[in-house]
């Protein structure tokens, strides 16, 4: 049996609401109480138990095992993403971030890029295609990108990185031939996978933003944080981007989604756009 993942001090839902944002970060206010038993329901029949409450406290008791607690983080967390999601950031970076970086002669052209919160990975292998293509048109620089997510199965999904034809839809046709391999097997018919030359560069890894501290590299030219800030209360979220700026070079570069820029305030950082921050 798995430790249990809190005291029962309270009713079930307000126990699992507290250990979910001790674990995770996540407010999961009591409003979303009917969220929280809708994206649940299934795991209370799989079980065979008659109603939420009980199931909570099985998994509050750790009696259902570790497992069985990932699948609920996986089912509590959002985990929408898409390829070349907020497009402008992409934009950005081909023609100011990688153009900096490669004028920079002082600095060896290998680039480095962490996905913190990736989800299942199509904001990696966006950025993937990107800095593949600078190459193509004959910059010479080695990169690299990390994707790290609190979900294990969003995770292992990134891994495989195989997507369906609709997933891949926002992605322009030149590098959908480019980078996205079909089957000939026609039970495969609508899906895609990310060619092995983008994987190789792309390696995800299981991380919680809450932890004190990231397993990651102190020199990393930009980091993604986009679309999770929103889910974590204002001190998490400064203390979450406080942590992250410390594994950025300085110039390196700190991207936000679209409305979480007004998180990150901290004296360490310059805003150059809206969304988009450089350390000092
Ligand atoms: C809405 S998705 C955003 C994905 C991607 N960054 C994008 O903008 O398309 C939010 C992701 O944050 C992850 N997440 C939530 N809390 C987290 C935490 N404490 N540590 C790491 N990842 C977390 C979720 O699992 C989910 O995959």
Redesign the pocket.
């Known amino acids: 049996m798995t430790q249990p993942i809190a005291r029962r001090d309270a009713d079930p839902m307000t126990s699992f609401r507290q250990a979910i944002h001790r674990m995770?970060?996540?407010s999961l206010p009591a409003t979303k109480t009917a969220l929280i038993e809708q994206r649940l329901r299934r795991r209370v029949v799989h079980h065979g138990l008659p109603c939420t409450g009980t199931y909570l406290d099985r998994v509050l008791s750790g009696s259902l095992g570790q497992a069985e607690i990932d699948t609920v983080?996986?089912l509590i967390?959002?985990?929408?993403?898409?390829f070349f999601?907020?497009r402008a950031h992409f934009d950005h970076i081909s023609a100011e971030i990688l153009p900096a970086i490669l004028a920079d002669r002082r600095r060896k052209p290998r680039l480095k890029c962490w996905?913190?919160?990736?989800?299942?990975g199509?904001?990696a292998y966006s950025l993937a295609m990107v800095l593949a293509e600078q190459q193509r048109a004959g910059h010479a620089f080695d990169w690299a990108i990390l994707g790290?997510?609190?979900?294990v199965p969003?995770i292992e999904k990134a891994r495989r990185a195989v997507y369906s034809t609709e997933q891949v839809a926002p992605v322009d046709p030149i590098l959908r031939r480019r980078y996205l391999m079909t089957s000939d097997d026609p039970a495969l018919r609508d899906q895609v996978r990310i060619v092995p030359e983008l994987r190789r560069r792309v390696l995800f890894r299981q991380?919680?933003?809450?932890d004190a501290r990231y397993p990651v590299d102190r020199d990393v030219d930009i980091i993604?944080?986009?679309?999770?800030l929103i889910?974590?209360d204002l001190q998490d979220r400064q203390d979450?981007v406080r942590r992250l700026q410390g594994h950025l070079r300085p110039g390196g570069w700190l991207i936000v989604?679209h409305s979480e820029g007004m998180s990150v305030t901290l004296s360490g950082l310059e805003r150059v756009r809206p969304t988009i921050f450089r350390k000092l």
């Open positions: 995770t970060g996540i983080v996986d967390t959002t985990n929408t993403t898409s999601r907020e996905s913190a919160a990736s989800s299942e199509a904001e790290t997510d609190l979900s969003i991380m919680n933003l809450m993604f944080l986009r679309n999770v889910y974590f979450v989604g």
